[in-house]
């Protein structure tokens, strides 16, 4: 008789933990992009200096909310991938018991 083994619970957890690295490197590097965008300051005092500041602190306001939608998925596919792998090593469980 032949068997096959294999190690999906293992790809997943690795799956999970890679999404979860991505999400703390794009939250640690947005949080320095907000830090230096918000220290940016009119290099004169006339309006289109003024006005400049003003669009490059609006595209931040958009980059923060794109981004803090994009961490969330990010979370919940690392949950996701994090309860897949949980869910099968107790199937396998279940499963290795049933044959013994």
Do not use: C
């Not at 949080?31 to 940016?40: F, L």
């Not at 998925?73 to 469980?93: I, P, V």
């Amino acid at each position: 008789m032949s068997f096959i083994f294999t190690t999906p619970r293992r790809h997943w957890t690795s799956a999970a933990k890679s999404v979860s690295g991505i999400h703390d490197l794009w939250l640690a590097d947005s949080k320095t992009a907000i830090t230096v965008v918000n220290a940016i300051v009119p290099p004169a005092a006339d309006p289109v200096s003024n006005r400049m500041v003003g669009r490059i602190l609006e595209h931040m306001a958009q980059y923060q909310q794109i981004s803090s939608q994009a961490l969330e998925y990010l979370r919940g596919f690392s949950q996701g991938l994090a309860e897949n792998a949980e869910a099968y090593r107790l199937a396998e469980a279940q499963n290795s018991t049933t044959f013994d």
